[in-house]
């Protein structure tokens, strides 16, 4: 079974594409692809012409699924909030190792009164047991998180670290400002905070340029909470790894809403994007059992393979689009600094997505030393930019990025990503920009910033971000040694802020990001009192004015 199982990997791309052929002349997205394998169990089936749709032609009966272990599925047939995505949503999970024939019938009708021809393909389930899959349905209110409150008791408050704190906890991770802000952008920071090793008090904090705490919430100890930042819905959102899902919070730093991934999947801690549209874009760690001694000598035949699936939900939660490394990228792709023959292969280790500017989506693989273009409205890539598969040619660049984080497109059309360095010799981590002539496929580097004096080495993590007033911020990552957690430079290179934390703690990611919080909880007060003196210590967590 392992051989049939890694032979269609193998065969995965010529399938997918011979078998698409049908499906494209009529949709241009269809979810799962023609002849697609280790499919979740908790799939939805979506296909997309590309043109708006007559809701009142869509019902149960378009879509006939059956699976080969499970018969048939009934379900139900809705169209997403884009007017354009038809979802069918079975009732019940697929079997485990199953082939699922879809057939869906002719008569889907677009606003126009062009009705749709029916079309027949077939996807493989993951050998995944269902009892490991999310159920599609599955939600959990607000009410069932239970979060630390912003204040903490009076029982848990002490003097910090810095200064003359006593309404904060004794462990609360306080700031040192090695260059004061000077000619920094407006706005306040925003970090969490962890420890390569070691396990402090984990927390979300916003912070001033003067170092003074603004917010902060203590997290989930022991776990990486992740990615504490202002969504452009205005809704502050983090990872927390107590339950394993993001949290939004609302200007008075209440949990609003949590975001999940869907069609079975759990969401990963890498980020994610919501639009003012309340649509989400969202990273997902696929972990599938492969024969890798069928792929490469000396792999190991029961290896876990961590691919990677990047999600769109609609303000409804309804999957719209999906993409998987396991219909586009070779296992082999992965860099040559990685053991292939070790038990976990996380290939190819995606960090961070986003929205491009004309709509489709940049992607970061970190083990494929590799940033990927996908087109929005096929799931087809549209370009491959570094690594072994890199499509274009580099100008005034000499040393190539690696095991990079954090790409992002900047307003005048050119990209910035934190480059962590680790293939480098020696290796060292910076900020760049480069131009792309995504046409002739070329890409220029026009800007970098190494940390001065001395360079650093932040080995994974990280984070740029380009500010309005043209600066750029810079999270530097991880390492077993300290760093900076956050530098922020000018464009001729001279800082205008940066600041690091006690005790070698550093942060997932870091931003600067303007911010106005009205919280609804009392100030906390504290009273010390001595022998003929008492001093009352009072702040007010979370507000801003």
């Known amino acids: 079974m392992r051989k049939v199982q890694v032979v269609s990997i193998l065969l995965v791309f010529l399938f997918c594409w011979t078998g698409s052929i049908q499906a494209q002349e009529i949709f241009e997205y269809l979810s799962p692809r023609p002849g697609a394998i280790l499919v979740s169990a908790g799939t939805t089936i979506a296909v997309r012409q590309g043109t708006a749709i007559k809701a009142a032609?869509?019902?149960?009966?378009?879509?006939?699924?059956?699976?080969?272990?499970?018969?048939?599925?009934?379900?139900?047939?809705?169209?997403a909030d884009d007017g354009q995505t038809v979802i069918f949503k079975p009732g019940l999970p697929f079997a485990p190792a199953e082939v699922v024939t879809v057939t869906i019938q002719s008569g889907i009708e677009t606003t126009t009164g062009q009705i749709l021809s029916g079309i027949g393909y077939t996807f493989t389930v993951s050998p995944k047991p269902v009892g490991e899959v999310r159920t599609p349905t599955a939600t959990l209110g607000i009410g069932d998180w239970q979060t630390t409150p912003a204040t903490p008791e009076v029982a848990e408050l002490g003097r910090g670290a810095k200064g003359n704190y006593a309404t904060v906890p004794a462990d609360f991770p306080f700031a040192n400002i090695t260059s004061p802000a000077n000619g920094a952008d407006d706005g306040l920071i925003f970090f969490s905070n962890f420890k390569v090793g070691g396990s402090p008090a984990p927390y979300a904090v916003i912070m001033d340029d003067n170092g003074e705490p603004i917010f902060y919430r203590k997290l989930t100890p022991l776990t990486l909470n992740t990615d504490f930042r202002k969504q452009a819905n205005g809704l502050l959102t983090y990872y927390d790894a107590g339950v394993g899902?993001?949290?939004a919070l609302d200007d008075s730093y209440q949990v609003v809403d949590t975001y999940q991934a869907g069609n079975g999947y759990t969401i990963d801690l890498h980020g994610i994007h919501v639009a003012e549209n309340g649509h989400i874009l969202l990273q997902i760690y696929d972990p599938q059992s492969i024969d890798m001694s069928q792929i490469i000598p000396d792999g190991l035949p029961n290896a876990t393979v961590i691919g990677a699936v990047i999600q769109e939900l609609d303000a409804s939660r309804n999957v719209i689009f999906e993409w998987r490394s396991w219909d586009h990228f070779a296992i082999t792709d992965a860099s040559d600094a990685l053991d292939l023959t070790t038990q976990n292969l996380s290939i190819p280790h995606m960090n961070?997505?986003?929205?491009?500017?004309?709509g489709n989506i940049l992607a970061s693989f970190r083990h494929l030393d590799e940033i990927t273009k996908i087109d929005r409205s096929t799931a087809d890539i549209i370009w491959r930019m570094g690594g072994k598969k890199n499509q274009f040619t580099f100008i005034g660049e000499d040393r190539p990025?690696?095991?990079?984080?954090?790409?992002?497109?900047?307003?005048n059309g050119n990209i910035t990503m934190y480059d962590n360095g680790n293939s480098g010799q020696p290796p060292y981590s910076r900020a760049v920009e480069y131009q792309l002539d995504e046409v002739n496929k070329t890409v220029t580097k026009v800007w970098e910033y190494r940390h001065q004096p001395t360079d650093l080495f932040g080995a994974f993590t990280g984070s740029v971000q380009r500010l309005p007033n043209g600066n750029t911020a810079i999270s530097w990552g991880g390492n077993s040694t300290p760093l900076p957690i956050f530098t922020e430079v000018k464009a001729d290179g001279s800082k205008a802020f940066e600041f690091y934390l006690d005790n070698g703690e550093q942060s997932y990611r870091a931003f600067r990001q303007t911010w106005e919080g009205h919280p609804v909880e009392p100030p906390s007060l504290v009273l010390e009192s001595q022998a003929t003196t008492s001093t009352l210590h009072y702040s007010w967590n979370g507000a801003t004015e």
Request: charged share 15%.
């Open 57 to 79: 032609s869509l019902n149960d009966s378009l879509f006939v699924v059956t699976g080969s272990q499970s018969g048939l599925h009934s379900g139900q047939v809705i169209l």
């Open 401 to 411: 990025f690696s095991h990079q984080h954090d790409i992002r497109r900047l307003p």
């Open 245 to 247: 899902l993001y949290l």
């Open 352 to 358: 961070a997505v986003e929205w491009d500017t004309d």
